[in-house]
């Protein structure tokens, strides 16, 4: 079964300030992975997908930028963080050819001030 | 209208109860459903796939699918206080992996 480790755990950054969330894979290769963002009340909100290294599709327009340099690596980036920024963020993997929906890290608090 | 529509809740209900929560849904490309459980904090789990009409069963869970409706149902029987989190339906097409989510319905379950 897959396994998905994104860190860290809890991030207070002020306004403008960079940003690198990490998150990594273990227990399949070539998977799909995304990046999805929860505010309050507004469920999940899709940001990036990547179907392969060096592959990015992206769903929303925005001041973050994603990265897929390994298969099972993908990090969300920002140079410079809005208020607007804050939230939860989360990681998730599907492995191609399984139908059994994804795994999701345990997520970032982002809070930016 | 939104693919996926989800009562978001808050639903409070006794120890003990049989709670109910569904979403329907627009598209009828959609082929799988799933249910994932999010605790305050963490991450959402998968707790209920099925990709067919009716009834799966899995201890206290019970996911209902009706394709013709494009309506399903999550029941959890014997309600417990550690139930209590966010419940989020996902489905998704045949031949694709993106899921399309409902904005979740928290639930608590009073002792």
């Known amino acids: 079964s897959q396994t998905i480790h994104q860190w860290p755990a809890t991030l207070v950054q002020p306004v403008g300030s960079p940003l690198s969330l990490e998150c990594t894979v273990e227990g399949t290769s070539n998977p799909n992975l995304y990046w999805y963002r929860q505010a309050a009340g507004r469920g999940l909100q899709l940001l990036f997908y990547?179907?392969?290294?060096?592959?990015i599709s992206s769903e929303v327009p925005q001041n973050l930028s994603a990265s897929r340099p390994q298969d099972r690596q993908f990090i969300l980036s920002s140079k410079k963080l809005l208020l607007s920024d804050s939230g939860f963020y989360l990681c998730a993997s599907v492995t191609a050819g399984l139908n059994y929906g994804y795994t999701f890290g345990s997520g970032t608090r982002l809070t930016v001030v | 209208q939104k693919e996926v529509e989800q009562d978001p809740g808050p639903l409070s209900v006794p120890e003990g109860a049989i709670v109910s929560l569904n979403c329907t849904y627009s598209?009828?490309?959609?082929?799988?459903f799933m249910w994932y459980r999010q605790y305050s904090r963490k991450g959402p789990e998968l707790l209920m796939y099925?990709?067919?009409?009716g009834n799966k069963e899995d201890g206290r869970f019970t996911a209902q699918v009706d394709k013709s409706s494009k309506y399903i149902s999550l029941f959890i029987r014997d309600s417990q206080p550690s139930d209590s989190a966010t419940y989020l339906c996902?489905?998704?097409?045949?031949?694709?992996?993106?899921?399309?989510f409902g904005k979740g319905t928290k639930l608590s379950v009073i002792p």
């Open positions: 996902a489905m998704k097409g045949a031949g694709s992996y993106q899921l399309t």
């Open positions: 598209n009828s490309a959609f082929q799988y």
């Open positions: 990547s179907v392969g290294i060096g592959q």
């Open positions: 099925t990709y067919s009409s």
